[in-house]
């Protein structure tokens, strides 16, 4: 684990928050678009537990890591944690680790998550070389939970599923089933809550025909439960 700590705080959108930490081994940390990585918060008696979040930006010349974080809502220790958090506060990181990350092989890529599979995908995204094929589409509740900050020279499309669940979110799904697509599988890249993971794979896999090996997911969190699992 890694000493850092907290260099700067801000509200993204609603319920997303940004950590900016900073630590001398941070610029000489290795890590690959799309990762995440433990995160030591307090439990109300100040145990030290481990969560784990979505690395947005890595700045090794500068020794940064900035997190963006989902606030839960009832939240856990993790979500306490990052709503109180403040400039100074000190914490400690473990390595980043990918369960997705760019195929360099692929012939087009594809983006699909809601709020939470964001922070992967659109590090992911903007890291794409110029000319890489990529479609994709972003689900949130509404249009001021669609991140404002830049991604390179693409972007995504957003769909908004207002007061519907993000759990099993047909809204989601919906908008995979207009996704416009080359012929001929590329990779897929889903991530966030666990039911609407598992109903994209099976749109994608079932009725595109899609290779299961094509289809690369990372769960987020399933109802009752928050956290990358």
Same mark, same amino acid.
């Given at each position: 684990?890694?000493?850092?700590?907290?260099?700067?705080?801000?509200?993204?959108?609603?319920?997303?928050?940004?950590?900016?930490? %900073?630590?001398?081994?941070?610029?000489?940390?290795?890590?690959?678009?799309?990762?995440?990585?433990?995160?030591?918060?307090?439990?109300?008696?100040?145990?030290?537990?481990?969560?784990? &979040?979505?690395?947005?930006?890595?700045?090794?010349?500068?020794?940064?890591?900035?997190?963006?974080?989902?606030?839960?809502?009832?939240?856990?220790?993790?979500?306490?944690?990052?709503?109180?958090?403040?400039?100074?506060?000190?914490?400690?990181?473990?390595?980043?680790?990918?369960?997705? %990350?760019?195929?360099?092989?692929?012939?087009?890529?594809?983006?699909?998550?809601?709020?939470?599979?964001?922070?992967?995908?659109?590090?992911?995204?903007?890291?794409?070389?110029?000319?890489?094929?990529?479609?994709?589409?972003?689900?949130?509740?509404?249009?001021?939970?669609?991140?404002?900050?830049? &991604?390179?020279?693409?972007?995504?499309?957003?769909?908004?599923?207002?007061?519907?669940?993000?759990?099993?979110?047909?809204?989601?799904?919906?908008?995979?089933?207009?996704?416009?697509?080359?012929?001929?599988?590329?990779?897929?890249?889903?991530?966030?809550?666990?039911?609407?993971?598992?109903?994209?794979?099976?749109?994608?896999?079932?009725?595109?025909?899609?290779?299961? &090996?094509?289809?690369?997911?990372?769960?987020?969190?399933?109802?009752?439960?928050?956290?990358?699992?």
């Amino acid at each position: 684990m890694l000493d850092v700590r907290v260099s700067e705080v801000r509200d993204v959108v609603p319920g997303i928050r940004e950590l900016t930490l %900073t630590g001398p081994t941070l610029a000489v940390l290795h890590s690959k678009p799309g990762a995440h990585l433990p995160l030591e918060v307090p439990d109300v008696d100040g145990v030290p537990l481990l969560r784990t &979040y979505s690395v947005w930006a890595h700045n090794p010349s500068r020794a940064t890591l900035t997190l963006r974080i989902s606030l839960h809502r009832p939240g856990g220790p993790g979500s306490r944690w990052a709503s109180s958090a403040v400039t100074g506060d000190r914490t400690r990181v473990g390595m980043p680790r990918n369960r997705i %990350t760019l195929d360099p092989r692929a012939r087009h890529h594809v983006f699909i998550g809601e709020e939470t599979g964001a922070v992967p995908l659109l590090t992911m995204l903007a890291a794409l070389p110029a000319g890489a094929a990529a479609r994709g589409v972003l689900e949130t509740a509404g249009p001021d939970g669609e991140f404002p900050a830049p &991604y390179g020279p693409r972007g995504l499309p957003w769909v908004h599923r207002g007061r519907a669940s993000a759990v099993g979110s047909r809204v989601l799904l919906e908008a995979v089933r207009r996704l416009e697509l080359p012929p001929g599988p590329g990779v897929a890249y889903v991530a966030g809550e666990a039911t609407t993971c598992r109903a994209v794979v099976r749109h994608l896999c079932g009725v595109r025909a899609w290779p299961r &090996y094509a289809v690369r997911t990372q769960v987020h969190w399933a109802a009752g439960r928050t956290g990358i699992i």
